[in-house]
């Protein structure tokens, strides 16, 4: 299959993402072409570059890539200070580029690095999960977390070119991969119903990481997702449908202190719950929750939620940097690939969708 080229619109400029098998192999070329160059960095992490690297051997960049560790864990401005030192240290200057080689830690801390060494210099990013790949390889969104919370900070940085080889997928932990798969529903609800019927009827060849599989769902998603970027880069307005069950995900990532789930799992809580209030309050089809329902549940096993406390839970909700001025802007599924904001949701309203869930009061 050829790869597809998806364009987005960043106010730094457009950039294309190119999906599909042994991308990777055409990245020099695509470099080139771009007149993205002459000296290219490759950043890393140890695993990644263990399992990877040599389908970077024909890439035209330094030899030797800086390696630092992925993991959430190591998503602090101590590693990208790393990052900065070995800049410096290649005497990097305004011409050089950046390439990102790992999942979605390694892709917004190097993206945070590049943003501010010399004011910004321009980053490639090669995503290697599968939830780097539909999700955050693009939008130009970087940074690390503080102490006290996640992705506090950062900045937008969009990237000159996102490559996106589902080859690289094949080693990705089961676990890993499906965590990708609750953002590709998200998909699917928000915006695109046939990405849930694709989901549904060929899971076996996606779990096999059959790349005629996994391509087009990778594709379609970032198609979506750059429509959504280059419409509203900045998270004015429409790129808030983005965050689809991301409040009360988010909640149960931070009531579990960020060891508990993948994102992608808490999101898929999250959806389940975002779905139940809207059925609760009349604007979602009851049909749109079962659907979900089912799907998630045949994905597989979800961590437990019952000892995690709904007001805990909602404690978290209110120090969500999402908030605006106190608002909530709650993204609720309307029908099949249709979303509207609610800005009154009530706690008790999510307090009670996060109780259906099965947390305890
Ligand atoms: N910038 C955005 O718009 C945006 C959007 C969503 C999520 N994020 C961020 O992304 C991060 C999560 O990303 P993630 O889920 O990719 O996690 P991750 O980067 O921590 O990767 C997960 C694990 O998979 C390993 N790995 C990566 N590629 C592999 C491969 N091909 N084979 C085997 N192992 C591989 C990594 O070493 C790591 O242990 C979070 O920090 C989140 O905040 C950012
Ligand atoms: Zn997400």
């Given amino acids: 299959?050829?790869?597809?080229?998806?364009?987005?619109?960043?106010?730094?400029?457009?950039?294309?993402?190119?999906?599909?098998?042994?991308?990777?192999?055409?990245?020099?070329?695509?470099?080139?072409?771009?007149?993205?160059?002459?000296?290219?960095?490759?950043?890393?992490?140890?695993?990644?570059?263990?399992?990877?690297?040599?389908r970077f051997r024909?890439?035209?960049?330094?030899?030797?890539?800086?390696?630092?560790?992925?993991?959430?864990?190591?998503?602090?401005?101590?590693?990208?200070?790393?990052?900065?030192?070995a800049l410096v240290k290649a005497k990097a200057d305004r011409s050089t580029v950046v390439i990102a080689v790992g999942g979605g830690v390694i892709g917004d801390l190097?993206?945070?690095a590049a943003a501010t060494y010399l004011r910004g210099i321009r980053i490639v990013h090669v995503p290697t999960t599968l939830l780097a790949q539909v999700d955050s390889a693009i939008g130009g969104k970087t940074g690390v977390n503080h102490a006290l919370g996640k992705n506090l900070i950062g900045s937008f940085h969009a990237p000159s070119l996102v490559v996106a080889d589902p080859v690289v997928l094949d080693t990705l932990p089961r676990r890993e991969f499906r965590a990708g798969l609750y953002e590709?529903?998200?998909?699917?609800?928000?915006?695109?119903?046939?990405?849930?019927?694709?989901?549904?009827?060929?899971?076996?060849?996606?779990?096999?990481?059959?790349?005629?599989?996994?391509?087009?769902?990778?594709?379609d998603s970032c198609r979506i997702k750059a429509r959504v970027v280059s419409a509203d880069e900045r998270e004015g307005g429409l790129r808030r449908i983005l965050n689809f069950g991301h409040t009360m995900g988010h909640a149960l990532?931070?009531?579990?202190?960020?060891?508990?789930?993948?994102?992608?799992?808490?999101?898929?809580?999250?959806?389940?719950?975002?779905?139940?209030?809207?059925?609760?309050?009349?604007?979602?089809?009851?049909?749109?929750?079962?659907?979900?329902?089912?799907?998630?549940?045949?994905?597989?096993?979800?961590?437990?939620?019952?000892?995690?406390?709904?007001?805990?839970?909602?404690?978290?909700?209110?120090r969500d940097k999402k908030m605006v001025a106190g608002t909530l802007h709650f993204v609720g599924a309307t029908g099949r690939g249709a979303t509207a904001t609610l800005?009154?949701?009530?706690?008790?309203?999510?307090?009670?969708?996060?109780?259906?869930?099965?947390?305890?009061?």
Avoid: C, Q
């Avoid at 192999?25 to 040599?54: F, K, M, N, Y």
């Avoid at 695109?192 to 990778?218: C, K, Q, S, W």
């Fill in 184 to 219: 590709v529903i998200k998909y699917g609800v928000i915006a695109e119903p046939g990405l849930l019927d694709r989901l549904r009827t060929t899971l076996p060849a996606i779990f096999a990481r059959e790349p005629g599989a996994v391509a087009p769902l990778v594709a």
């Fill in 343 to 361: 800005t009154d949701v009530t706690a008790t309203e999510m307090r009670n969708a996060l109780k259906r869930l099965g947390l305890r009061p």
């Fill in 110 to 112: 190097v993206g945070f």
């Fill in 1 to 54: 299959m050829p790869p597809t080229r998806i364009g987005v619109t960043a106010a730094a400029g457009a950039y294309s993402v190119l999906i599909g098998e042994d991308t990777i192999a055409t990245l020099g070329h695509e470099l080139d072409e771009a007149r993205l160059g002459p000296r290219r960095i490759i950043v890393s992490s140890p695993r990644v570059w263990d399992l990877h690297r040599a």
């Fill in 253 to 318: 990532e931070a009531a579990t202190k960020f060891k508990r789930f993948r994102h992608g799992e808490a999101v898929g809580y999250g959806m389940l719950a975002a779905l139940s209030l809207g059925v609760a309050r009349g604007v979602t089809p009851p049909a749109l929750y079962e659907e979900v329902h089912e799907l998630i549940t045949h994905l597989g096993p979800l961590p437990p939620v019952s000892d995690i406390s709904a007001r805990e839970a909602m404690a978290a909700i209110g």
């Fill in 58 to 85: 024909k890439l035209g960049a330094d030899r030797t890539p800086v390696l630092v560790d992925d993991g959430e864990r190591s998503k602090t401005m101590a590693t990208v200070a790393r990052v900065h030192d």
